[in-house]
C-alpha cells in the first residue's frame, strides 16, 4: 500500500464547476497537509495547508482532513482554465520527522 | 526578493561525470531537501537536512551527496555511480518553528545526461 494514494486522472471538469480531489494517507500520526499545484514543466506551488479535522477556507480553494479516515481533500470552486495543472498531496509524518510524503498527483483539466 | 533558487536551470552532461546542482535560500529556513520527480511520477527524497554540518539519506540516496557547511546553501551532487540520473532535481526548504511547517521549492533543475 502506497503511503499517500491520489487518483491520477486526468479530472476533466466544466469551467464554473467545483473540482473535487482527494487524497489518502497510512500514517495515522501524520501531522499536518499539504497542497501543491504543479504546472507542466514547472516546480510545486504551495496553495494550501491543513493539520486540523475539518474544513479550511482560501478563496476558492477549501481544504478538507479527516483523520479518523485519513483523507484529506481540495475543493475548487469556479473551477477556471488556468487551474488545470497537476495537484500533488503532501504529508508531514509522525511527531518528531521532517520528512514530506507526496502522492503522485491528479492530473486536473478544465474545459473551456 | 525571499525565496529559493536553484543554478542552472537546465544541465546537460556525459555519463560518468559528476555534475553539483546549486540550491540556496534566503527563508531563514532551517531545513532544506532534494528531491527528484521523474515523467508522470511523484517526488522521491533524496537528501534532508535539519541543520548546518548534518544531513540525512532519504528513500533515494544512492548515487548521489549532498553537505550543508551554511545554513542558507544545500548543494547536491549527482555522481557517476548514479544508474539514472536524467530528471527533474527540485530543492525545498522549510521553517521549523511552529505547525506546520509548511514546505516551499525552487525553480528546479532539469538535468539530461547522455
Known amino acids: 500500500q502506497k503511503e499517500v494514494e491520489q487518483n491520477s486522472g486526468p479530472l476533466s471538469v466544466p469551467e464554473g464547476a467545483i473540482a473535487s480531489l482527494n487524497c489518502t494517507y497510512s500514517d495515522r500520526g501524520s501531522q499536518s497537509f499539504f497542497w501543491y499545484r504543479q504546472y507542466s514543466g514547472k516546480s510545486p506551488e504551495l496553495i494550501m495547508f491543513?493539520?486540523?479535522?475539518g474544513d479550511k477556507e482560501d478563496g476558492r480553494f477549501t481544504a478538507q482532513l479527516n483523520k479518523a479516515s485519513q483523507y484529506v481533500s481540495l475543493l475548487i470552486r469556479d473551477s477556471q482554465p488556468s487551474d488545470s495543472a497537476t495537484y500533488l498531496c503532501?504529508?508531514?509524518?509522525?511527531?518528531?520527522?521532517?520528512?514530506?510524503?507526496f502522492g503522485t498527483g491528479t492530473r486536473l483539466k478544465v474545459l473551456a | 526578493d525571499g525565496g529559493i533558487t536553484q543554478s542552472p536551470k537546465y544541465l546537460f552532461r556525459k555519463e560518468g561525470q559528476n555534475v553539483t546542482l546549486s540550491c540556496e535560500q534566503n527563508?531563514?529556513?532551517?531545513?532544506m531537501y532534494w528531491y527528484r520527480q521523474d515523467p508522470g511520477q511523484g517526488l522521491r527524497l533524496i537528501y534532508y537536512s535539519q541543520i548546518v554540518n548534518d544531513f540525512q539519506k532519504g528513500d533515494i540516496a544512492e548515487g548521489y551527496s549532498v553537505s550543508r557547511e551554511k545554513k542558507e546553501s544545500f548543494p547536491l551532487t549527482v555522481t557517476s555511480a548514479q544508474k539514472n540520473p536524467t530528471a527533474f532535481y527540485l530543492c525545498?526548504?522549510?521553517?521549523?518553528?511552529?505547525?506546520?511547517?509548511?514546505?516551499?521549492f525552487g525553480p528546479g533543475t532539469r538535468l539530461t545526461v547522455t
Open positions: 503532501a504529508v508531514r509524518g509522525t511527531s518528531g520527522t521532517y520528512k514530506y510524503i
Open positions: 525545498a526548504s522549510s521553517s521549523l518553528a511552529g505547525n506546520p511547517y509548511e514546505q516551499y
Open positions: 527563508l531563514n529556513h532551517d531545513a
Open positions: 491543513i493539520y486540523s479535522n
